[in-house]
């Protein structure tokens, strides 16, 4: 089953964290790993979440992420990332994101189990009928750094930004939303892939 490293980042040291980013790319390779969101256009669409910048990267497996992650040759290129600003971390077991170039991410705790149900029953057709498909849908989000402890965590992948916005501002969906906005305490944005 795929992993995925997810990472939100605040930087205050621009010029170490361009000399971060020139590391990167070539140590998830070596782990299997591949970018599908590397600070792409962010749009928080419900709560407080505005992350400056996010980065999700998909793992062959759980044990490929852990060995990236906890591997010498990262550790001085990871306090760099550190060094350069402020960062949180999760890791989650899911689905193969491609085709998806766009993600909806939503972050969530559970207020009305019996809704919620209701809104589970209902949605994945919708989302098929834009081209999307559930990435990660998880109660068991591992915390990498930063004390990040998701409680619930959903990531939906779609074809591209258009197919992600025709689904997610939808007459369609607009009942639907409702309905897990109030089964629900909620923050979620799109993000566009690379």
Not at 153 to 159: E, H, I, M, Q, R
Not at 166 to 176: Q, R, T
Not at 180 to 187: E, V
């Amino acid at each position: 089953m795929a992993a995925h490293l997810l990472v939100e980042v605040e930087t205050t040291n621009p010029e170490l964290m361009a000399e971060y980013r020139k590391h990167t790319p070539g140590l998830v390779a070596k782990f299997g790993g591949r970018f599908t969101v590397r600070g792409g256009a962010t749009e928080t669409v419900e709560g407080d979440w505005r992350p400056q910048r996010i980065v999700f990267i998909e793992f062959p497996d759980m044990r490929a992420l852990r060995a990236f992650y906890g591997c010498p040759e990262y550790q001085p290129v990871l306090q760099m990332r550190l060094d350069a600003g402020r960062s949180r971390a999760v890791a989650a077991e899911g689905e193969a994101c491609a085709p998806s170039r766009a993600f909806l991410m939503v972050e969530f705790s559970i207020t009305d189990a019996e809704k919620l149900a209701a809104y589970r029953a209902e949605v994945p057709a919708l989302v098929a009928q834009h081209g999307g498909r559930y990435i990660v849908r998880t109660d068991k989000a591992e915390t990498i750094e930063g004390g990040w402890r998701p409680e619930r965590l959903t990531v939906v992948g779609f074809p591209d930004m258009a197919a992600l916005r025709a689904f997610y501002f939808s007459d369609a969906y607009k009942p639907l939303h409702d309905l897990r906005l109030a089964a629900t305490s909620s923050r979620a944005i799109l993000v566009e892939g690379v």
